[in-house]
């Protein structure tokens, strides 16, 4: 039976491997971006799209779930109560498109091309986590549904997840489940699979600096004055000492030394320094002295400005000193670090530097734990397994850069480890103009995804 | 004669100052903001506008003279060769009105309350310029033009002035003249009158920090690449050390230091520190070491960011790396540096300290010499005798903080000299939101201006 289970999987995958494209562009041309108030109603749309998608397929006690926020969309199928129970994560929601003007087509108008789809979306998460839904329903379609299944989808990732742990915290008994599944990260290569093993956290926040109570001639105030943005640029220019190690007191005190073992072992992921630069056309390597290049977009704490505004910023030229200047600051954190430690640790730094000419207010946005997920487990087994019979290669555990900060809530909350069974790459332009999710991605991502749930049932057993 | 002149004018004046205010609105109703292309329109009806204007009070030769920009409104009225002759210079262009939000009521519906005009360009320099339109009228309705006198209205002052030098070049026998005024300064304050007796220069430049080729994901690549508004904030601040002294190489080469016979003449203009700091409710003053704030803002050259914008910088939170990051910084400038050659000491010295893992690119925008406009002139001595006439007191001769580049080179095409005789505050918030001119201002010009006139012939007699 397990032979044609998976054969009756590819022969369904091959028959309607083009609809699933296509169902998957609709719903990436529903503009869910959850940062931004004035796209409310298609960040609703895209969790109704998701229910109707579940309803269709055949799953139960398919509900949209009200949030202080934006809903969740939960749908499961109980096959038997002897089977172990997945628990599927997605988040259907997007990062804003902007600049908009480097995209080459529209955000959310998706353009196949080159064997990839390109969109706003495309990858994170809709791509990713529209895998897991068309995998249902291969299982469903050739009856070979291995595991139960839970879906719970939410419309907030981008923007935190900040009303994901009261939901969990509410629905702990119908959450309950043997692993959860997430496709939200990245692997190394097409033809190096690998399972995300750890994730960075993150403090994000936003700081204002105000030096006069209005915007004044540059003329007639120019070095008599603090300038505000003059005055925010050294703030954060002293934030990294000459070494590029962060200044903010407290800020290593939890931090996780790997072992040379550990480091060792890292290094030995293949990694090609110049192609990484010439990808990004960089002209130079930049970083905390003292590790990699792969170790600092790993295991290493970092911050960085991910916005900076004020003053004028139109064409051609205004002789301005502005009142404000903004930054939008994030430190990506890494075991042990707790995100609203180190957040509060930078507020009282940022303070106590700001010198007496000018006011600063400093507020926090949206955080997240870091977290190492096991590769001890029978679920990273499975997926090791799936990973294996599918692209013929035993996919390499691996650190990542990013946060998915309920990862750790999850465990938290509900007590259920992830397994990280990303199929994007880091070429993919998540966040950026031009984001894209190649077709054959899309692909391995739906046939590797029901071989995960056979093979988690027979070692259940 | 002249008596009867002096009182002719007041009496014209106070049975049509009600009018005047009223025209001055309706030309401020005009958007014409130069810097941004979408105003075009705006600026051509303002220049068709002055146009009506001079010729409905009988000026000659009026003519709206084509540049490869916006237009320069000329007009004049030659009463007679022997009389000496007057070039009044003003422009119509105004600045950008954004922050827009920080208005109380809309820039360009003048409003008038408190004694004020608020509106852009209520006194920069519409206001200012409008006052020798109406003090035309004035004169000419009384029979009494006691000078010759020439009109030269600009259009670009808010961009560089970029085609005026051309247009001088091109006309230097219809723009002879024995002196220039200027009303584009501000006094001391009402009941301290004050001539501007010098003026500092402008150099603007432009700059871009590129790192990866595009936007890149933090989590993904925060700590591994330089981020472009990391690097360029490190940039800026080391621009000044600190005593708060600029370390572009050679900044200072060629700095004339004021005597301290000199820094003491000055320091006995009526200042209050804490009255300046509580109007703009600073908490600290800030500046070079070793120098007062009167000093900073006049006889010191500054290094200002005027805008800077880089990443996400709308609500919410975005991780992302962005490839650029932007600044525009200018550079006031004192005798006898020059502004095309600070602009490149800037350029140099600002690719000098990029790091290599960052491309730069340095734009010059318009610029502009410093100037100090003698005070021993009989235009100034006409100028201190028409402010004592209407003030009461004779005014302090002030050197200034902004710049109107077009002084030095007025002096290097024509060969005239040029009297300020500005009548705005510097709490009038020109360049800002919320700029107002005070109808009293508005008044004292249009009576001081026809003495000026009267008393500049009478002196040359």
């Keep these: ?17 083009t609809r699933f494209v296509e169902e998957l562009c609709n719903l990436i041309r529903i503009p869910s971006i959850s940062t931004d108030k004035s796209y409310a109603k298609d960040v609703h749309q895209a969790a109704e799209f998701l229910k109707n998608e579940l309803i269709k397929l055949g799953a139960d006690k398919v509900e949209i779930c009200p949030t202080a926020g934006y809903p969740i ?42 064997g990839y789809i390109y969109a706003r979306g495309a990858c994170d998460d809709k791509g990713q986590m529209f895998m897991h839904v068309k995998a249902f329903e291969v299982m469903m379609k050739t009856g070979n549904l291995a595991c139960n299944v839970k879906f719970m989808l ?19 008994d119908r959450l309950k489940a043997d692993v959860i599944l997430i496709s939200d990260t990245s692997m190394i290569a097409n033809d190096v699979p690998s399972i995300t093993a750890g994730l960075r956290g993150l403090s994000y926040l936003e700081v204002e600096v105000t030096s006069p109570n209005r915007d004044l001639h540059s003329g007639l105030y120019g070095g008599a004055v603090a300038n505000p943005i003059n005055i925010l640029c050294q703030m954060i220019a002293s934030l990294h ?10 800020f290593y005190d939890k931090v996780v030394e790997l072992s040379a073992a550990e480091r060792a072992e890292m290094a030995k992921a293949p990694f090609d320094l110049e192609a990484y630069k010439k990808a990004l056309d960089l002209t130079e390597i930049h970083g905390e002295k ?51 430690e180190i957040s509060d640790l930078f507020q009282k730094h940022f303070e106590s530097i700001a010198p007496a000419s000018v006011k600063v207010k400093v507020t926090a ?89 056979k093979y988690f049932a027979e070692l259940k057993k």
Tied chains: 1, 2.
């Design 1 to 17: 039976m397990q032979q044609s289970a998976t054969q009756a999987y590819q022969e369904y995958i091959e028959n309607n491997q």
């Design 73 to 114: 969309v939960y749908g499961e199928k109980m096959v038997n109560p002897t089977l172990p129970t997945v628990l599927v994560y997605g988040h259907y929601d997007v990062q804003p498109a902007d600049p908009l003007e480097l995209w080459t087509s529209p955000p959310f108008e998706p353009r196949i091309a080159d």
């Design 154 to 172: 939410e419309g907030e990732e981008e923007i935190g997840s900040v009303n994901l742990e009261t939901f969990c915290k509410a629905n702990k």
């Design 241 to 250: 000492d000459e070494n590029n190690h962060i200044t903010v007191k407290g």
């Design 290 to 340: 003292g590790y990699t290049t792969l170790e600092r977009a790993s295991i290493r704490p970092t911050l960085d400005v991910n916005g900076i505004w004020g003053g004028y910023t139109g064409q051609g030229a205004k002789t301005v000193i502005p009142s404000k200047a903004y930054a939008k600051i994030s430190m990506r954190l890494v075991p042990n670090q707790v995100s609203s």
């Design 365 to 453: 946005h949206h955080g997240g734990e870091p977290v190492v997920t096991p590769t001890d487990s029978v679920a990273y087994k499975a997926a090791e397994m799936a990973y294996n019979a599918t692209f013929g290669k035993k996919p390499i555990p691996q650190r990542g850069g990013g946060s998915i900060p309920i990862v750790a809530m999850f465990k938290k909350e509900l007590g259920i480890d992830t397994v990280l069974m990303g199929f994007g790459l880091d070429s993919d332009a998540i966040h950026s103009p031009n984001e894209k999710f190649g077709l054959f991605n899309f692909k391995r991502g739906i046939e590797t995804i029901p071989l995960f749930y």
